[in-house]
């Protein structure tokens, strides 16, 4: 396959999680979801879970939304061929989250008591397969985080009400214009906006 090269925008909102849990938060609704997934049960940091995540976020008070639109190159985006589709948007959403992920990571060290949120399940372990699957216990249980989504939240909603980008969709089996991809640090204090200013402004690759 052809190279990809991107724009990523990001956007970020900055809110107390109670007004976002009020007009974001699901559960029942997403977890029920969950298990129509192919990779339902094959990854610690999806559901369900062996705890409950609404004890779970009475620990935190502020939610920091990060939203990025991620919009491949022209040329390879046309080029994109149906068989290739899947791949072509794992290669995309895996080129970001190199780049975000570390900063998340170091952000959650640098605020005490706050919980970051991947754009996607953990893949930590990755080339390896999650040890889920085989019934064995995390091996970095310590570093595994999970998704909004994962936790029972509304992303589509998340981005087009919350943040004004809309998720689209790919059609006749061409990949969507753009990628939507939401990633989180939840806390119990407020972080202010420049704490986020590397992560919302990754390079163009």
Same mark, same amino acid.
Not at 32 to 46: D, G, K, R
Not at 54 to 81: F, G, K, M
Not at 150 to 161: A, I, K, N, Q, V
């Given at each position: 396959?052809?190279?990809?090269?991107?724009?990523?925008?990001?956007? &970020?909102?900055? *809110?107390?999680? @109670?007004?976002?849990? +009020?007009?974001? $938060?699901?559960?029942? #609704?997403?977890?029920?979801?969950?298990?129509?997934?192919?990779?339902?049960?094959?990854?610690?940091?999806?559901?369900?879970?062996?705890?409950?995540?609404?004890?779970?976020?009475?620990?935190?008070?502020?939610?920091?939304?990060?939203?990025?639109?991620?919009?491949?190159?022209?040329?390879?985006?046309?080029?994109?061929?149906?068989?290739?589709?899947?791949?072509?948007?794992?290669?995309?959403?895996?080129?970001?989250?190199?780049?975000?992920?570390?900063? &998340?990571?170091? *952000?959650?060290? @640098?605020?005490?008591? +706050?919980?970051? $949120?991947?754009?996607? #399940?953990?893949?930590?372990?990755?080339?390896?397969?999650?040890?889920?699957?085989?019934?064995?216990?995390?091996?970095?249980?310590?570093?595994?985080?999970?998704?909004?989504?994962?936790?029972?939240?509304?992303?589509?909603?998340?981005?087009?009400?919350?943040?004004?980008?809309?998720?689209?969709?790919?059609?006749?089996?061409?990949?969507?214009?753009?990628?939507?991809?939401?990633?989180?640090?939840?806390?119990?204090?407020?972080?202010?906006?420049?704490?986020?200013?590397?992560?919302?402004?990754?390079?163009?690759?």
């Amino acid at each position: 396959m052809t190279d990809i090269s991107y724009r990523a925008e990001g956007t &970020l909102c900055q *809110l107390p999680l @109670e007004e976002y849990m +009020s007009g974001y $938060f699901d559960p029942e #609704r997403f977890f029920a979801l969950c298990e129509h997934c192919p990779t339902y049960l094959t990854n610690w940091s999806c559901p369900p879970f062996t705890y409950d995540v609404r004890d779970a976020l009475l620990r935190y008070r502020y939610a920091n939304i990060l939203v990025h639109r991620v919009t491949p190159d022209e040329r390879s985006w046309t080029a994109c061929q149906p068989a290739d589709v899947t791949d072509y948007c794992f290669r995309l959403i895996s080129a970001v989250r190199d780049q975000i992920d570390p900063l &998340l990571y170091d *952000l959650e060290q @640098e605020y005490e008591g +706050s919980r970051l $949120f991947t754009a996607g #399940r953990c893949r930590l372990c990755l080339p390896r397969s999650c040890t889920r699957s085989a019934g064995d216990p995390c091996r970095q249980p310590d570093r595994m985080r999970s998704s909004l989504e994962s936790w029972g939240f509304d992303l589509s909603g998340t981005t087009e009400r919350l943040a004004g980008i809309p998720m689209v969709w790919g059609k006749e089996g061409h990949p969507p214009r753009y990628l939507t991809m939401v990633s989180a640090l939840l806390s119990p204090e407020p972080v202010a906006t420049s704490a986020f200013t590397r992560i919302l402004h990754c390079k163009e690759l």
